[in-house]
């Protein structure tokens, strides 16, 4: 574990949808964080750069490579289904494998992939973190 890790610059967020998705990511995981700003160049070369607030803006990106039927069909449920995550639109908890729970969103559209359609795999899932749960 990191020393420092999203958990310690995160405030707590409820969820629109109250559950939790505990499939934990597989291979290679990267968490993204940036700030929200602007950097105006002038013609001389010169930048004004301003901050429009100081929070950090974290996403996690991911893939589930090989799922069960049960697992694939979890998440394709829950990606779609209006009263759950609706897309990108509402907001769940995630175990995301760390020790913690966040709440998340999903920021990219979602695609299955398999052999003969049997062990659906999920590649390039990308969630962005609002808020811890605890």
């Known amino acids: 574990m990191a020393a420092k890790e999203m958990m310690d610059y995160l405030s707590t967020v409820s969820p629109d949808y109250n559950a939790t998705l505990g499939i934990t990511p597989q291979g290679v995981v990267s968490e993204e964080s940036s700030k929200s700003g602007a950097i105006h160049i002038g013609a001389d070369g010169s ?8 929070a950090p803006i974290f996403f996690i990106s991911f893939s589930w490579s090989i799922l069960s039927e049960s697992n694939s069909g979890t998440i394709f449920d829950w990606f779609n289904d209006p009263a759950k995550a609706n897309g990108m639109q509402r907001s769940f908890k995630y175990a995301y494998g760390d ?3 966040y709440t998340v969103r999903f920021a990219s559209d979602l695609s299955r992939v398999g052999q003969a359609m049997s062990r659906l795999g999920l590649p390039n899932v990308r969630l962005k973190v609002l808020g811890n749960t605890t």
Do not use: V
Not at 47 to 54: L, N, S, V
């Open 47 to 54: 930048e004004e750069r301003i901050a429009f607030g100081t």
């Open 99 to 101: 020790g913690h729970t």
